[in-house]
């Protein structure tokens, strides 16, 4: 009589993989390798740029500023420009420029809410005479606030005219609060013409 096989023969055979199998198991691993290599790495770069900037102060007029060159001011359409600029009246007119303020006590443990501010005043005459008055120069901070610069304690008052090519140069003075403002000039003493963008600091 035949023995039939043991039970650990048929085991043995009911383990070893068709070839069809293995290559399907084969594919199956090579997918999923290709997958995680393409998951390996730094990620891509974001391209949209969310950097922005802030918007003007808004206590300044609705202009745009232009620096490094001389601008034209009129009552119509003051010139807008930062402090050390020139701003002209017109072909043949008045050149001003206004630098600063300088404050004393920089670097102070103690930062005051006010410091005095010196500004320099050059006013050019062109081809016409320029009427020259420190009363047309006033100032006003971020609050709103309007000062009256007065002429620096010891200055010499300016001639009240420049003929042309003549020239001045003054200092004003005032107390201001810490912060953005404006000089601001009115050659005719209600009419602004110029404008220059400054900060008060004192730490």
């Not at 309007?146 to 200055?155: C, K, Q």
């Amino acid at each position: 009589m035949r023995v039939p096989e043991s039970g650990g023969g048929v085991a043995s055979q009911a383990r070893r993989p068709r070839p069809g199998v293995q290559v399907l198991v084969a594919v199956a691993v090579a997918v999923s390798l290709a997958g995680c290599a393409a998951t390996v790495g730094p990620p891509s770069p974001k391209t949209t740029d969310t950097s922005k900037y802030g918007s003007l102060p808004s206590f300044l007029p609705p202009a745009s500023f232009d620096t490094d060159r001389v601008l034209v001011g009129t009552p119509g359409k003051p010139a807008l420009t930062t402090e050390g600029d020139a701003v002209s009246t017109g072909s043949g007119g008045a050149l001003v420029t206004v630098t600063g303020p300088e404050v004393p006590g920089e670097g102070l443990p103690y930062q005051a809410e006010a410091t005095t501010c010196t500004w320099t005043v050059t006013i050019r005459a062109g081809a016409t005479s320029v009427h020259v008055d420190t009363t047309d120069f006033s100032s006003i901070d971020h609050l709103g606030a309007i000062y009256r610069p007065i002429l620096v304690p010891g200055e010499p008052q300016p001639p009240s005219t420049l003929r042309p090519g003549e020239h001045t140069t003054f200092e004003l003075r005032a107390v201001m609060v810490v912060g953005e403002g404006l000089m601001r000039w009115a050659p005719d003493g209600t009419h602004v013409v110029a404008e220059w963008d400054f900060e008060v600091e004192n730490d």
